[in-house]
T-cell receptor, first 113, second 115 residues
Framework: GDSVTQMEGPVTLSEEAFLTINCTYT??????LFWYVQYPGEGLQLLLK?????DKGSNKGFEATYRKETTSFHLEKGSVQVSDSAVYFC????????????FGAGTRLTVKP | EAQVTQNPRYLITVTGKKLTVTCSQN?????MSWYRQDPGLGLRQIYY???????DKGDVPEGYKVSRKEKRNFPLILESPSPNQTSLYFC??????????????FGPGTRLTVL
């Protein structure tokens, strides 16, 4: 079935370091891909999205490119801040399929000053 | 402000004592869903609803019930809670009209402990 696999954490970085969180997917159709972020004590918030191959989603300095050939949607940021400390979830959705959304296990990021 | 609200935010209860977690959205969304979040497992869908009076099972529906009598509300009912239902629960909603990418909006979560 449709699924998402993301790199296990936790990930600990120093401020201004480069961030990559890997995400790969398996889907029978043509999924839309998402990154959600969960700050401590809060619900999930949409960080960025891409709806078709080669689309690049971006927000708050984060980027991810929908790569159909490698079935990947890796999250990157050039210079992380302490305020980026959170749990990041990769997710996919098959349009017109009962709104079904599949989430990865989540990757906890801690950024130290 | 567009939002999804859940109550209570924290709940400690005992095995077998029926409880209800409420969920309400003010965005006129057709679709609503309940997830549970457990360490290392991400979010798993419990139940979802495509519209009023239309509900269906997700991946882990055992031990849960839902109802959708009004468009804005989607309560989660645990008739006889057990310790394995200790988890963090999220309600989410989205529109089914227009865009096809199905962005979901999440509530703040309910942390449930069943002793």
């Amino acid at each position: 079935g449709d699924s998402v696999t993301q790199m296990e954490g936790p990930v600990t970085l120093s401020e201004e370091a480069f961030l990559t969180i890997n995400c790969t997917y398996t889907a029978t159709g043509y999924p839309s891909l998402f990154w959600y972020v969960q700050y401590p004590g809060e619900g999930l918030q949409l960080l960025l999205k891409a709806t078709k191959a080669d689309d690049k989603g971006s927000n708050k300095g984060f980027e991810a490119t929908y790569r159909k050939e490698t079935t990947s949607f890796h999250l990157e940021k050039g210079s992380v801040q302490v305020s980026d400390s959170a749990v990041y979830f990769c997710a996919l959705s098959i349009p017109y399929n009962n709104n079904d959304m599949r989430f990865g296990a989540g990757t906890r990021l801690t950024v130290k000053p | 402000e567009a939002q999804v609200t859940q109550n209570p935010r924290y709940l400690i209860t005992v095995t077998g004592k029926k409880l209800t977690v409420t969920c309400s959205q003010n965005m006129n969304h057709e679709y609503m869903s309940w997830y549970r979040q457990d360490p290392g497992l991400g979010l798993r869908q419990i139940y979802y609803s495509m519209n009023v009076e239309v509900t269906d099972k997700g991946d882990v529906p055992e031990g849960y019930k839902v109802s959708r009598k009004e468009k804005r509300n989607f309560p989660l009912i645990l008739e006889s809670p057990s310790p394995n239902q200790t988890s963090l629960y999220f309600c989410a909603s989205s529109s089914l009209a227009g865009e096809s990418y199905n962005e979901q909006f999440f509530g703040p979560g309910t942390r449930l402990t069943v002793l």
